[in-house]
């Protein structure tokens, strides 16, 4: 679970500096707190639900999102 988290974390980041937004614009977007995604970049817990929140704010799928590891997206 924990390799999971970070990898999700990794790639928000990656996926967020990719669209040129800061961490509080995307909380903003998001409905999350700074705080939160910050720790969420950072490899903590996240919901799955809370993770597709993010992901809709980026505009991307949750697919899209892991897949940018991949080197795919």
Same mark, same amino acid.
């Given at each position: 679970?924990?390799?999971?988290?970070?990898?999700?974390?990794?790639?928000?980041?990656?996926?967020?500096?990719? =669209?040129?937004? #800061?961490?509080?614009?995307?909380? &903003?977007?998001? !409905?999350? $707190?700074?705080?939160? *995604?910050? @720790?969420? %970049?950072?490899?903590?817990?996240? =919901?799955?639900? #809370?993770?597709?929140?993010?992901? &809709?704010?980026? !505009?991307? $799928?949750?697919?899209? *999102?892991? @897949?940018? %590891?991949?080197?795919?997206?």
């Amino acid at each position: 679970m924990l390799k999971a988290t970070l990898k999700a974390g990794q790639q928000v980041k990656i996926a967020r500096e990719r =669209r040129g937004l #800061t961490v509080l614009e995307l909380s &903003k977007l998001a !409905g999350v $707190s700074r705080v939160f *995604l910050s @720790a969420l %970049e950072g490899g903590g817990d996240v =919901r799955m639900t #809370t993770l597709d929140r993010v992901c &809709k704010a980026l !505009g991307i $799928s949750m697919e899209e *999102l892991f @897949a940018i %590891e991949r080197g795919t997206t």
